[in-house]
């Protein structure tokens, strides 16, 4: 056994105890009788003398030994009626035996973070009740559960790779598509409810246009159907959305292809200023909002409306891959439009690489790239309608008319074209 490797595990089984301790002593009522320090880093040291001797029978004693200790000690104290310090002394007792594992194995470490966030959750006690008692009602908790169902346990379930004619049919992306929508719906409820209806609405459309501006279009219509008299503000997060697409597009663009980045920065610059404008002007008329969520949205989870917009998705990434199998690679434009109506990023891609493998010039990779977001925007315009109304997406269509016409007038200026 290595001198060193002892100590080193010693020293996190003291910190790991004087932690968990620590919390639980500050934490006993007045009069309340309750394992302490000394007790917990007992507890710790047991544990990493039993791994460090790597005796599995006697660290299956020395665990019962202490499990029988806590139970009379639990039973003598009859003003006490919870287990939570006896649960946390067990599992001081295991941090103990996982500081012997090899360094490479990441155990000490693992071991030490594992502590941090036991005692943070220990010391979160009263919030953590208040949380679930006051806080978040039962619909919200059963369609988190839901929600996290079909992350969780449908996703991994699903077969990968393509199938059908022109293998368009990809289970795992068109859910992926469906968990997407579903998440901003989800998580843009749970912001309203805490930051009120303007702050959260306007930070879910930056976070969903950062995850897919298309999902996010999908949802913000449909709420805004559903909401009539709130549509200037789902109105104000879909445009915020698809302002924050074309960051994102740059991004991606200066990691597979700086110079097609460069050459499109100052178009995608001026088109994401011209969406964040017409933003701050739209807020200037929207009256500030901080109540929870109105009666008819209790539910934060919406799958049949996904599944829709799942299936409408899929459908057009079969007449996307259909309409590229027969224009042929070698139309640039072509695959730009067709492949950008379903997913800018995937045309941008093959237009940036295509520059790379000198197939194209660079004039023509930026005009593939501003036909792809172009197509894409026709596509979200379309989904608004089917899922929103008339008005939310004759809105949303003026809104990428600004920006696609700023972004269009400086690419001229620039002569690109």
């Not at 597009?249 to 980045?261: M, N, Q, R």
Request: net charge positive; glycine share 8%.
């Amino acid at each position: 056994m290595d001198l060193s490797h002892a100590l080193r595990a010693a020293a996190e089984a003291l910190l790991i105890g004087f932690l968990v301790g620590a919390e639980r002593e500050s934490s006993r009522e007045e009069g309340e009788r309750q394992p302490g320090v000394r007790d917990f880093i007992v507890i710790a040291l047991v544990g990493t003398i039993c791994g460090l001797l790597g005796l599995a029978y006697l660290t299956v004693a020395a665990l019962l030994s202490i499990a029988i200790v806590l139970a009379v000690f639990h039973f003598q104290a009859s003003e006490r009626s919870g287990v939570t310090t006896e649960m946390a002394a067990i599992a001081t007792f295991c941090l103990g035996v996982l500081t012997t594992l090899p360094r490479d194995t990441f155990g000490p470490a693992t071991a030490v973070a594992v502590t941090v966030v036991m005692v943070l959750l220990l010391e979160a006690k009263r919030t953590l009740h208040k949380f679930i008692r006051e806080t978040v009602t039962e619909t919200e908790f059963n369609d988190t559960l839901r929600f996290l169902a079909i992350i969780f346990v449908i996703y991994p379930v699903l077969p990968e790779g393509s199938y059908g004619p022109y293998e368009a049919f990809s289970p795992r992306a068109i859910w992926l598509f469906v968990i997407l929508v579903c998440s901003i719906s989800y998580i843009g409820y749970f912001l309203r409810k805490f930051l009120g209806s303007g702050e959260g609405l306007r930070l879910a459309g930056v976070l969903g246009g950062l995850a897919s501006s298309t999902a996010a279009t999908a949802s913000f219509a449909r709420q805004a159907r559903e909401e009539p008299k709130s549509l200037p503000m789902f109105w104000q997060a879909g445009v915020l959305a698809n302002a924050m697409q074309f960051p994102r597009v740059l991004v991606l663009l200066y990691v597979i292809s700086p110079p097609l980045a460069i050459g499109v920065t100052p178009v995608l610059a001026v088109m994401t200023a011209a969406g964040m404008i017409l933003s701050w002007l739209m807020a200037r008329g929207i009256p500030v909002e901080r109540e929870a969520p109105p009666a008819g949205l209790r539910n934060p989870f919406r799958l049949v409306p996904a599944l829709k917009f799942g299936a409408l998705f899929a459908a057009m990434v079969f007449l996307s891959k259909a309409g590229l199998a027969l224009a042929g690679q070698q139309a640039v434009l072509w695959v730009a439009a067709l492949g950008g109506s379903v997913d800018a990023d995937a045309a941008i891609v093959a237009a940036a690489q295509l520059l790379g493998n000198a197939s194209i010039s660079p004039a023509m990779a930026a005009g593939a790239v501003l036909l792809a977001l172009a197509t894409n925007a026709l596509l979200k315009i379309a989904i608004a309608g089917y899922a929103g109304n008339r008005i939310f997406a004759r809105r949303l269509a003026l809104a990428f008319a600004a920006m696609f016409g700023a972004g269009a007038l400086l690419w001229a200026a620039s002569g690109m074209i």
